[in-house]
């Protein structure tokens, strides 16, 4: 594997039975991104990218093919190893947040650390930092139900950053936002890029799609457009 190349997918299949019928989520993907890309996958409902995104995420393996992620070989894991390098190398961002509201900001930044054994010092340290990245360390005590929807994904970013992945994934991140928060989500994604993290981000929104730097779109489980992102808007 080359060095630069974090993610690697070769002949990626996903076949599901649905009674009798053979159903290909992901029918012969293949796909490389480089380490400090910004990447966007982009498709409609049932285009197969939210299997795609699944499979890169570690949350669940390919039919058939391989995928190697910073190296390793992910598609041969089992259950725990599968946890293990979600936990050590992708930063999740997920559309509804997924913040556990009984816990406070700093709890909820804390959570992957706490999987990972970081100790308690270190752990809060790290969440500190993650939440002052996102301009909300002086609020860590406040709960996610008393900030607004725009706060709370800026927790779930923070969240993301904590355990330094060599990943961020990010799962619809504005689906829930209106446009000017969505606006400065997507602006704290770009910083976050030129900070050299490397992001793929899931949409179904070509417009969304517009704000990375490279467009892979998928339509029935196969690549149909992977460029710059300049040639994407030509064609739109």
Do not use: C
Request: proline share 3%; no cysteine; charged share 25%.
């Amino acid at each position: 594997m080359e060095d630069n190349v974090l993610i690697e997918l070769h002949d990626i299949y996903k076949i599901y039975q649905m009674g009798d019928e053979e159903v290909r989520a992901n029918d012969g993907i293949n796909l490389k991104i480089s380490r400090g890309e910004f990447v966007a996958i982009v498709g409609k409902s049932g285009s197969g990218k939210s299997t795609l995104m699944n499979i890169i995420g570690a949350l669940d393996v390919p039919t058939s093919g391989s995928y190697l992620l910073g190296g390793e070989d992910v598609d041969t894991m089992t259950d725990d190893q599968l946890a293990d390098i979600r936990n050590r190398m992708i930063g999740f961002i997920f559309q509804q947040y997924n913040l556990l509201p009984k816990s406070n900001l700093l709890e909820n930044v804390e959570l992957p650390l706490l999987y990972a054994k970081v100790p308690k010092d270190e752990r809060r340290e790290r969440a500190l930092n993650s939440l002052e990245r996102v301009g909300l360390a002086d609020v860590w005590r406040k709960y996610p139900r008393q900030l607004s929807g725009g706060q709370q994904q800026r927790v779930s970013i923070a969240r993301a950053l904590a355990g330094d992945p060599s990943l961020i994934l990010a799962d619809e991140p504005t689906g829930a936002l209106d446009s000017k928060t969505s606006r400065e989500v997507l602006n704290f994604l770009k910083q976050l890029n030129e900070e050299g993290n490397t992001i793929v981000m899931i949409t179904h929104d070509s417009s969304i799609a517009l704000e990375a730097k490279r467009v892979v779109r998928i339509h029935d489980g196969k690549i149909n457009f992977d460029g710059d992102v300049k040639d994407y808007a030509a064609i739109l």
